[in-house]
């Protein structure tokens, strides 16, 4: 198991990097870990509520309640009202958390790609070849599907 642990480290700093360094590099200031669940969730699952939230993030209500309090005043998530249960509201992401996650995923593109640049021919083929295998991974290690 040295293999999957050599792995993880370097899964783990990549992961670090992306969630610290790409939003510097695009200008924006780093989300707390919490507040990038919650949005990564809700790009996949808009207009969940709070408990399907949190239940799908492992998450309590209460923490999930305040995530959502600080992204709505910063502008990245809105609520709207169940049209079957009044008493609860449902999620969704801003236009401006949409335009900030392209504006991140632009600027660790381009870091990647200038630190691909530098790499062997083989090494870089050798990382594609494993994109499906680490997609496949991430995929079965996901909270929520």
Known sequence: MDKAHETAKTLMELAWWVQRKGPVRSGL?????????VLRYLEHHEGSGVTE???????KTSNVSAVVSGLSERGLIEKSSDPRDKRKS????TDLARAN?????????????EVLGELSPEHRESLFDSLEALSEVASRLRPYG
């Open 29 to 37: 200031e780093p989300l707390p870990a919490a507040e990038r669940a």
């Open 90 to 93: 449902l999620l969704h992401r």
């Open 53 to 59: 939230v949190g239940s799908a993030l492992n998450m």
């Open 101 to 113: 996650k392209g504006r991140i995923d632009a600027a660790v593109t381009g870091a990647l790609e």
